[in-house]
């Protein structure tokens, strides 16, 4: 079984949002420091970061962020900006080093999470709008449950989905029309790691961090050496750690800044995932 949600569910309206915070702070810190929290939903926006920065992210640029992310201009955005830990920042000064403890896990994608995924991101493409869908090649179902299809839409969304579908059983909203956004429903960060990591979930969050943090760099480490070596990889680390796995983690932070900058950076990270 596995579960994808597009980028406008609100859950991944906040990642997006503390993908593009993130994106801001490498953009006038080399090397930031920097971890965001938002809550958003029924007209307020909420933001916490922790951060080296030593100016606040303009709240223009913010408000700006939270109204383009989301599509409306009617969000009330309160944002807080907190020093980060002055015990916690000597764990970086001379060298990087691990951020925080953490266990990881990357697993070779399933046939099911390619297929979702791919299906997905085509009707995203139609529908950009709120959606969530499961696949169960088990009891050979699919789930989709897509905002703002009319009735009189279904059909042509039901043709959408093509041959890999023919022989499931297919829900399309059991409950009818609906419209989702985060006037509808909350978003919170890291709320959606299934949809974003498939069987790679353990227990730290992609977004909103920067490449210090295990749980970006790690993550990432552990996802892309299981799909190069089609086996199972487990890690686990100390904060402070300088080494993970046979490598410096400097050469593991390396490789996860590669990864993010060939998709386009934090925000476009937040999308989809690692399963993309």
Same mark, same amino acid.
């Given at each position: 079984?596995?579960?994808?949600?597009?980028?406008?569910? *609100? %859950?991944?309206?906040?990642? +997006?949002?503390?993908?593009?915070?993130?994106? #801001?702070? #490498?953009?006038?810190?080399?090397?930031?420091?920097?971890?965001?929290?938002?809550?958003?939903?029924?007209?307020?926006?909420?933001?916490?970061?922790?951060?080296?920065?030593?100016?606040?992210? *303009?709240?223009?640029?913010?408000?700006?962020?939270?109204?383009?992310?989301?599509?409306?201009?009617?969000?009330?955005?309160?944002?807080?900006?907190?020093?980060?830990?002055?015990? =916690?920042?000597?764990?970086?000064?001379?060298?990087?080093?691990?951020?925080?403890?953490?266990?990881?896990?990357?697993?070779?994608?399933?046939?099911?999470? +390619?297929?979702?995924?791919?299906?997905?991101?085509?009707?995203?493409?139609?529908?950009?709008?709120?959606? @969530?869908?499961?696949?169960?090649?088990?009891?050979? +179902?699919?789930?989709?449950?897509?905002?703002?299809?009319?009735?009189?839409?279904?059909?042509? &969304?039901?043709?959408?989905?093509? *041959?890999?579908?023919?022989?499931?059983?297919?829900?399309?909203?059991? =409950?009818? #029309?609906?419209?989702?956004?985060?006037?509808? %429903?909350?978003?919170?960060?890291?709320?959606? =790691?299934?949809?974003?990591?498939?069987?790679?979930?353990?227990?730290?969050?992609?977004?909103?961090?920067? &490449?210090?943090?295990?749980?970006?760099?790690?993550?990432?480490?552990?996802?892309?050496?299981?799909?190069?070596?089609?086996?199972?990889?487990?890690?686990?680390?100390?904060?402070?750690?300088?080494?993970?796995?046979?490598? =410096? #983690?400097? %050469?593991?932070?390396?490789?996860? @800044?590669?990864?993010?900058?060939?998709?386009?950076?934090?925000? +476009? &990270?937040?999308?989809?995932?690692?399963?993309?």
């Amino acid at each position: 079984m596995f579960e994808k949600v597009n980028p406008s569910h *609100p %859950d991944k309206i906040a990642d +997006r949002i503390a993908g593009a915070l993130v994106d #801001y702070a #490498y953009a006038i810190n080399k090397d930031p420091r920097i971890a965001v929290e938002v809550l958003i939903g029924h007209g307020h926006c909420y933001i916490i970061e922790e951060s080296n920065l030593e100016e606040m992210i *303009p709240k223009e640029f913010i408000e700006a962020t939270v109204e383009r992310i989301t599509n409306y201009k009617h969000y009330t955005v309160n944002y807080i900006q907190e020093k980060q830990d002055s015990n =916690l920042a000597k764990n970086q000064e001379n060298i990087i080093k691990c951020g925080d403890n953490g266990i990881f896990k990357g697993v070779p994608v399933t046939f099911e999470e +390619r297929t979702l995924t791919k299906t997905v991101e085509e009707l995203y493409q139609q529908y950009p709008y709120d959606g @969530k869908y499961i696949l169960d090649n088990k009891s050979n +179902r699919l789930v989709c449950c897509q905002s703002h299809i009319t009735k009189y839409g279904m059909n042509n &969304f039901k043709s959408m989905l093509g *041959p890999a579908y023919y022989s499931h059983n297919i829900d399309i909203n059991p =409950l009818g #029309y609906w419209v989702g956004s985060p006037d509808v %429903d909350t978003g919170a960060t890291n709320r959606k =790691l299934g949809s974003d990591m498939g069987l790679s979930v353990t227990g730290g969050g992609l977004h909103g961090k920067d &490449f210090s943090k295990a749980d970006v760099s790690l993550n990432i480490y552990a996802w892309l050496k299981a799909q190069s070596t089609g086996q199972e990889v487990n890690i686990s680390c100390a904060i402070g750690d300088t080494e993970v796995d046979g490598h =410096l #983690y400097s %050469d593991i932070v390396n490789i996860a @800044k590669d990864y993010i900058a060939s998709i386009g950076g934090f925000e +476009r &990270f937040a999308e989809w995932g690692l399963l993309r």
